[in-house]
């Protein structure tokens, strides 16, 4: 089976997240920059059905900036086979990233796309579902596990209290949620391996896609509203009467009890 | 009296579960009563939510009646209903979103506030007409008083536009009970590596029960298995907006900050005094989990009851 997994280099989880001086982006001076967090699921899944069986291909695509090529480098010491650049201003829209992974998917012939279910910059969960619609395909959304079964592949699907088990024949998108196991470190001979591979490089002209004007656009951003300076209680030995206490509060002062 | 804005077209879908109607739902068509003229839809015609089939219907009626702006409750469904809707129009799209303002409106472009980087930052965007929007539950207040929410039409999916993705069975999570569904639940007990074990979650869970809560948990907590994901809430997890989240034993994590800092009102109980948790809770309590946590659980017991 060959899979294509789409990524996006985004600021590392653990960032301190600030808004730049235009105050309308966020400031990128200094930042660790990883891949997206449910990009490493997707390609964690992708990586359990080569491990089962090696004849499996996995390849990792990305949309973006030059410095994506170092996400696409980590995808391959994590045991990726290849790994291809659309290079692209951070800004071109959704749609337009869409219409650039279509024509690469066209060409890749994969037989499932996998994508993150949202990039955890701007978490629209935009660019998964607006793929297959542009290739025409189904899509399956919080992906947990692929496996053999119905016409094609059984996917699933995690919802409130369970998962729905979808069945399709291929190729299809799945927008993952999460993997059987945590996204594997790149091993040393990973990454020696990883270092010696083209990464070969294309823009949006090239695969055909003239960005349009973002229909959407940001305007400002502000750090979410400072809270603190919260009541702070201790057990001075008698817990019961702390209890009662903070019901207390609860329904008096905050009124939410 | 309900003055519109607008005379912009506004098509709501509705979202059932459990065979009613959902409340976020309830809350946009409320909402929305002051945007402009509003239509209520539901789909129905498949057994579940599909994803193809049921954009199909959706970005078909909102193609022929001339919609200028959908809107979606941000639910598990329907955050994926409404991209894909957005895709097949190729009208502009906002998720998760926390206020439109079509006040604002100029040039076919209006003002709405989502959350990004995980909840790190607060963002405005400028969105063109016609546009997808999802709406984040909980963020616009249903109006004391407001009946059940009836759909004024219903759309049957067509099936066959489903194509080859089909529905083949549920599996469900063994520890899954029948408590309130986390994303749009009021209160929410938290639990993390504090509980020292999945055997210790009775504590909580009784808690949970006596205030009606949905139960959530932290990363490590998942990961460690003690709790199914879906419960996971953070970065890669839920975002939460409740009125009272109850963080238990969670040191506070900025991944699991940036899913609950938004919460109206926020307890934590720790003993750790230093936990980053503290920071950011309205009351914390340093001391011992499980000597707090029943005598907790009791005192609420007797405030319910009006004690």
Redesign the interface.
């Known amino acids: 089976m060959k899979f294509l997994v789409c990524l996006k280099q985004v600021?590392d989880?653990?960032v301190?997240?600030k808004?730049a001086a235009d105050g309308k982006s966020?400031a990128t001076d200094g930042i660790t920059w990883s891949i997206s967090?449910?990009d490493e699921?997707a390609i964690e899944l992708a990586l359990e059905h080569k491990d089962a069986d090696p004849a499996t291909i996995v390849s990792v695509v990305t949309v973006g900036p030059a410095r994506s090529r170092d996400a696409l480098r980590q995808a391959l010491a994590m045991g990726c086979d290849d790994a291809t650049l659309v290079t692209a201003d951070d800004t071109v829209a959704?749609?337009d990233v869409?219409k650039a992974l279509a024509a690469v998917v066209k060409e890749a012939k994969p037989d499932v796309v996998l994508c993150g279910k949202?990039a955890?910059?701007?978490?629209?969960?935009?660019v998964?579902?607006?793929l297959?619609?542009?290739l025409g395909w189904?899509?399956?959304?919080?992906l947990?596990k692929i496996a053999a079964?119905?016409?094609?592949i059984?996917l699933?699907r995690?919802?409130?209290?369970?998962?729905?088990?979808?069945?399709?024949?291929l190729p299809?998108v799945g927008?993952v949620?999460?993997s059987a196991k945590?996204p594997r470190y790149p091993s040393l001979p990973g990454i020696m391996k990883a270092k010696k591979k083209e990464i070969p490089e294309k823009d949006l002209a090239a695969l055909g896609v003239t960005p349009g004007a973002p229909?959407?656009?940001?305007?400002?951003?502000?750090?979410?509203p400072q809270?603190?300076g919260?009541?702070?209680?201790?057990?001075d030995g008698d817990?019961?009467a702390?209890?009662?206490e903070?019901?207390?509060?609860?329904?008096e002062e905050?009124k939410?009890? | 009296m309900i003055v519109k804005v607008t005379d912009l077209g506004i098509l709501v879908v509705a979202e059932r579960?459990d065979g009613k109607v959902r409340r976020v739902s309830a809350e946009i068509a409320a909402k929305a009563e002051s945007f402009g003229d509003v239509e209520v839809v539901e789909v129905t015609g498949t057994d579940?939510y599909h994803?193809?089939a049921h954009?199909d219907a959706v970005a078909k009626w909102a193609k022929n009646n001339s919609s200028d702006l959908v809107l979606i409750g941000a639910t598990?469904?329907g955050?994926?209903l409404a991209?894909?809707v957005?895709?097949?129009l190729?009208?502009?799209?906002?998720?998760?979103c926390t206020d439109v303002s079509l006040g604002s409106l100029k040039d076919g472009a209006f003002?709405v506030k989502?959350?990004?980087?995980?909840?790190?930052?607060?963002?405005?965007?400028?969105?063109?007409t016609p546009?997808v929007l999802s709406i984040r539950p909980g963020a616009w207040t249903l109006p004391a008083g407001t009946g059940d929410l009836k759909p004024t039409k219903t759309l049957a999916a067509d099936a066959s536009a489903?194509?080859?993705?089909?529905?083949?069975?549920?599996?469900?999570?063994a520890t899954?009970g029948k408590r309130v569904?986390?994303s749009e639940a009021r209160?929410i007990v938290s639990g993390g590596r504090g509980l020292k074990g999945p055997e210790n979650w009775k504590l909580l869970e009784e808690l949970a029960d006596a205030?009606g809560a949905a139960t959530g948990a932290s990363r490590a907590v998942t990961?460690a298995g003690w709790r199914p994901?879906?419960e996971q809430v953070g970065?890669?997890g839920k975002t939460v907006t409740p009125?009272?989240y109850i963080a238990l034993g969670i040191s506070g994590a900025?991944?699991h900050l940036a899913g609950m800092?938004?919460s109206?009102?926020?307890?934590a109980v720790n003993k750790d005094?230093d936990a980053d948790i503290?920071?950011?809770?309205?009351?914390?309590?340093?001391?011992?989990l499980f000597?707090?946590l029943p005598?907790?659980t009791?005192?609420?017991k007797?405030?319910?009851a009006g004690a």
């Open positions: 600021p989880s653990t301190r997240v808004v966020i967090p449910y699921y959704g749609l869409a949202q955890s910059d701007d978490d629209q969960g935009l998964g579902p607006a297959a619609q542009e189904p899509h399956v959304g919080m947990t079964g119905g016409d094609g059984e699933w995690e919802i409130e209290g369970g998962h729905e088990v979808w069945t399709a024949p299809v927008l949620h999460k945590e229909r959407a656009q940001v305007v400002a951003m502000e750090p979410p809270r603190g919260g009541k702070i209680l201790k057990a817990v019961k702390l209890a009662v903070l019901a207390r509060l609860l329904h905050a939410v009890l | 579960s579940r994803p193809v954009a598990l469904n955050r994926d991209a894909r957005a895709a097949r190729g009208w502009a799209y906002a998720a998760d003002e989502r959350p990004m980087y995980a909840g790190k930052v607060r963002a405005t965007l400028r969105v063109h546009a489903g194509g080859t993705l089909k529905f083949a069975r549920f599996e469900p999570t899954s569904s986390l209160v205030l990961d994901n879906e970065q890669t009125d009272l900025i991944q800092t938004s109206k009102v926020i307890v005094p503290f920071k950011i809770a309205d009351y914390g309590v340093v001391g011992d000597e707090f005598a907790f009791e005192a609420v007797k405030r319910k």
